[in-house]
């Protein structure tokens, strides 16, 4: 069988080659050196990951984020606090944040 090239190693592209994987697909993630792109992975992609048996490893590997501040031109102009009361097993209120390079060591180039 052909190997897949699966180009971009953020939430989606992991998603895609641990599927593939799963199903006996071979297949390389590649992503441009330190390139990264996703500060935060969503719900949904959580309960996709649960689906897929790595939630986890994901939560274990992720730092949660308990704010967002935004700044235009020096000036904060947003500060939404969120949180998260861990009686849910997905986070909801609180989007934990996983490292594009932590989740890509963590769970290979598919090879």
Sequence with gaps: MD????????PV??????????RGVPCRVVEAPQYA?????????L???????VLHDALEAAIPIHGQLVYIQLEAISNAGLSW???????????????????????????
Excluded at 85 to 111: D, H, L, M, N, V
């Design 85 to 111: 009361s861990g009686s849910s097993r997905i986070p909801t209120g609180s989007t934990p944040a996983c490292g594009q390079q932590t989740a890509s060591r963590r769970y290979g180039s598919g090879t």
């Design 37 to 45: 792109k996703a500060m935060s992975i969503q719900p949904r992609t």
């Design 47 to 53: 309960e996709v990951w649960d689906n897929l048996g």
């Design 3 to 10: 190997e897949v090239l699966v180009v971009g190693a953020g």
């Design 13 to 22: 592209g992991l998603t895609v080659g641990i599927e593939l994987l799963q």
